[in-house]
Nanobody
Framework: VQLVESGGGLVQAGDSLTLSCAAS????????MGWYRQVPGKQREVVAQ????????NYADSVKGRFTISADNAKNTVTLQMTRLKPEDTAVYYC??????????????WGQGTQVTVSS
């Protein structure tokens, strides 16, 4: 499975931004996709996830009500719409696919990462 991200960039606090991720390869083995983020010196953390097929979602508490994850299963893409961005949302965002598992479990595949910077 290969994951290619697009989007990201520099925005001001309160602005919106959309990240997209396209999966290719053996996409039929993907059971969930999502976005994680990481800042220097900290562990990578989950931001939002969505299961394939049933579109069940999971969000970090810090982004609930501000971020929305959606999937186009026909195109094997997942999109993260981020609104009311805060400086603390600044991080490298990684697309993730869980494969050969159930729900949020499975082997991990990662995109290359895209920088999101929110200025105050």
């Amino acid at each position: 499975v290969q994951l290619v991200e697009s989007g990201g960039g520099l925005v001001q606090a309160g602005d919106s931004l959309t990240l997209s991720c396209a999966a290719s390869g053996n996409t039929f083995i993907i059971n969930a996709m999502g976005w994680y983020r990481q800042v220097p010196g900290k562990q990578r953390e989950v931001v939002a996830q969505i299961t394939t097929g049933r579109d069940i979602t999971n969000y970090a508490d810090s982004v609930k009500g501000r971020f929305t994850i959606s999937a186009d299963n026909a195109k094997n893409t997942v999109t993260l719409q981020m609104t009311r961005l805060k400086p603390e949302d600044t991080a490298v965002y990684y697309c993730n696919a869980k494969v050969q598992g159930l729900g949020w479990q499975g082997d991990d595949y990662w995109g290359q990462g895209t920088q999101v910077t929110v200025s105050s």
